[in-house]
Structure formats: structure tokens, C-alpha cells
């Protein structure tokens, strides 16, 4: 059964860096997409982007880019995003999910990490 | 962008009956390779997103068949032929056939 398993909880404060991660198991993690979807507090779902693990190929939604790093090691089948310079904003749950081909839907999800940053 | 808008924002229905939910993109979600990657998610609460129905009508594996998928183009409809009261939850589209790839704002089935 394909698993996504991702990091724990996270609390940090604003200004913070922090690496979340999301690892896959049960079948071709390198040759596979791993997309990173956010939800804020009681709100929908939105795209932040998508990594190819085989060449690294990335790419971030707009109201995203420049503020977060979506990377991967595929030696260790793991996802990871991340951020230098936390926001009061930024705390949400987030959610990767792999995606068999370059478009096609996300059809399995992990169970998502909670970021909250608080001063 | 390709804006996903989804109606109504609320389903209220009653267990046994029929529900339906809208999905309209600001722009055709046909790709150049003639596939329409229109996906359909159910988050129940308290869960993660769960695939239900992908390119418009493929019912994903295990998903009861109650849950079908359809339209072209712009238009997109989910239904439910007969509510549970596991179908509780917000149901998502969201759209894979060009980047940033983008999702609706959802709908939230309640039971009367």
C-alpha cells in the first residue's frame, strides 16, 4: 500500500527557518511527483507546488514562490519543504501527496504536519 | 491562473437523498495531450483530502459507486445518488492540467 508519512508537529516563532518532511514507501518515490498542498485554520486547500524526485524538476505556485523550497532526496524517498523566515501567516497543515505523472490527479495523501508559529 | 469556483458553498441534504456539486474553471481544462485533469477530492473532518473521482469520471479505487463524475470543458458536476452519513465532509475539485495547479474553494455537505 503506497504510504506517505510525514513529520510531526512543529511550533516555531517568527523569523524562524524550518524542513518539514513527507516520506514515501510502497512504490517508485524517484519516478513519481510529490506535490505540498497547504490549509490554513478552518479554510480550503491551496497548491504551493510540485517536485519531481528524479531530476529535481520543481515548480511553485505564484503565491508561494520565493518564500518557500520544496527539494527532495530520493536516496531516502523523502520530500521535504521548507522555509528561512517564518510568518504568524504560515501556520497551517500541510499536506503532501504524490502525483503519478506530471498532471495527473494527487491520489494519495499523507496525513499532514501542523506548523504553528507563534511569538 | 485557472480559477476554480465551486457551487453552492453549503449542500444541506437529507440521508437517502440525492446531492450535487458544481465546479466551473475560468478557462478550458483540456490539455494539448486531449486528456481534461479534473479531479474531484472528499476531506471528511478531522482527515486529509481523499481521491474520489479523476479526469472528470474515473471513480478512483474503493470509492463506492455512488459517487460519479461529469462534464467538459468548463463544467464539472460531482453527484451523489444516495447520501451517507460517512459523505459528510467538504468535497473539493481541483484542476491538474496546467500549472500552479489550482483547487476550488470547496463545498461543505451537511446532513438536515
Known amino acids: 500500500e503506497v504510504q506517505l508519512v510525514q513529520s510531526g508537529e512543529e511550533v516555531r516563532k517568527p523569523g524562524e527557518s524550518l524542513k518539514i518532511s513527507c516520506k514515501g514507501s510502497?512504490?517508485?518515490?524517484?519516478?513519481?511527483?510529490i506535490g505540498w498542498v497547504r490549509q490554513m485554520p478552518g479554510k480550503g486547500l491551496e497548491w504551493m507546488g510540485i517536485?519531481?524526485?528524479?531530476?529535481?524538476?520543481?515548480r511553485y505556485s505564484p503565491s508561494f514562490q520565493g518564500h518557500v523550497t520544496i527539494s527532495a532526496d530520493k536516496s531516502i524517498n523523502t520530500a521535504y519543504l521548507q522555509w528561512t523566515g517564518l510568518r504568524a501567516s504560515d501556520t497551517a497543515i500541510y499536506y503532501c501527496?504524490?502525483?503519478?505523472?506530471?498532471?495527473?490527479?494527487?491520489?494519495?495523501w499523507g496525513l499532514g504536519t501542523l506548523v504553528t508559529v507563534s511569538s | 491562473d485557472i480559477v476554480m469556483t465551486q457551487t453552492p458553498l453549503s449542500s444541506p441534504v437529507t440521508l437517502g437523498q440525492p446531492a450535487s456539486f458544481s465546479c466551473r474553471s475560468s478557462?478550458?481544462?483540456?490539455?494539448?495531450?486531449?486528456?481534461?485533469?479534473l479531479s474531484w477530492l472528499q476531506q471528511r473532518p478531522g482527515q486529509p483530502p481523499r481521491l474520489l473521482i479523476y479526469?472528470?469520471?474515473s471513480r478512483f479505487s474503493g470509492v463506492p459507486a455512488r459517487f460519479t463524475g461529469s462534464g467538459a470543458g468548463t463544467d464539472f458536476t460531482l453527484k451523489i445518488s444516495r447520501v451517507e452519513a460517512e459523505d459528510v465532509g467538504v468535497y473539493y475539485c481541483?484542476?491538474?492540467?496546467?500549472?500552479?495547479?489550482?483547487f476550488g474553494q470547496g463545498t461543505k455537505l451537511e446532513i438536515k
Open positions: 517536485i519531481f524526485p528524479v531530476d529535481s524538476d520543481t
Open positions: 481541483m484542476q491538474t492540467t496546467q500549472f500552479p495547479y489550482t
Open positions: 501527496a504524490r502525483g503519478v505523472n506530471r498532471n495527473s490527479q494527487f491520489d494519495s
Open positions: 479526469k472528470i469520471s
Open positions: 510502497a512504490y517508485s518515490f524517484t519516478n513519481n511527483w
Open positions: 478557462q478550458s481544462l483540456v490539455h494539448s495531450d486531449g486528456s481534461t485533469y
